[in-house]
């Protein structure tokens, strides 16, 4: 069966600090891969997916990025945090057609 | 714009109470719609989802949605609840692009 991991699972970071949260997806192949954001008191906003290696569609402009390294590995960085970052962090995936999609557990990032 | 609006943002029952959330969505086109619950400490998960058919859509535990074309509207339905029903409850929409469009969630809180 299919799982998805996350790590890590909370995150304090100063801001201007780096990022880089890690998605993996096992038992799967060639996944579409979301990275999704929840901020305080707003429903979960999509900001990047990727639909193969190295393929990736930005859906909000900020100060985040995405990489998709291998076809099972998703990772979103930042050069420099902001305290709008903060919030919580959920990766997905889905098949082929993306009309149904699993996700990570999560990860809660709060920057100070 | 598209979005999703959940009204109640908290909603406290007793066990064996019914529970309504509502869900209502702005998007002229043909959508599909889901329920997902995210219970405390798990992975946020598919509850039901409604692409086409018969509007009353039955999903796992009991729960059940009723998709109102007229009414924008894709209300989260369970007849009895139980203490474990405690979580969040969000309710989206695909849109038929790679992104699912959230509201922001329902937490409920079942009183044994």
């Known amino acids: 069966s299919q799982t998805i991991h996350q790590w890590p699972a909370t995150l304090v970071q100063p801001v201007g600090s780096p990022l880089s949260l890690e998605c993996t997806v096992e038992?799967?192949?060639?996944?579409?891969l979301y990275w999704y954001r929840q901020a305080a008191g707003r429903g979960l906003q999509l900001l990047f997916y990727s639909v193969g290696i190295g393929q990736i569609s930005s859906e909000v402009p900020q100060n985040l990025s995405a990489s998709r390294p291998q076809d099972r590995q998703f990772i979103l960085s930042s050069k420099k945090l902001l305290l709008s970052d903060s919030g919580f962090y959920l990766c997905a995936w889905s098949g082929s057609s993306p009309d149904t999609q699993y996700f990570g557990p999560g990860t809660r990032l709060t920057v100070l | 714009a598209q979005s999703v609006s959940q009204h109640n943002h908290h909603v406290i029952l007793s066990e064996a109470a019914s529970l309504e959330l509502g869900c209502n969505y702005s998007y002229g086109g043909t959508v599909n719609l889901f329920w997902y619950v995210q219970y405390p400490g798990q992975h946020l998960q598919l509850l039901l989802k409604?692409?086409?058919?018969?509007?009353l859509v039955k999903g796992i535990k009991g729960f059940e949605a009723e998709f109102i074309k007229s009414k924008f509207s894709f209300n989260l339905r369970k007849p009895s609840v139980q203490w474990s029903d405690t979580a969040e409850y969000f309710c989206?929409?695909?849109?038929?692009?790679?992104?699912?469009?959230f509201g922001t969630g329902t937490r409920l809180k079942v009183l044994a």
């Open positions: 038992g799967t192949s060639n996944p579409n």
């Open positions: 409604y692409f086409s058919g018969d509007p």
């Open positions: 989206a929409v695909f849109s038929g692009t790679y992104k699912y469009i």
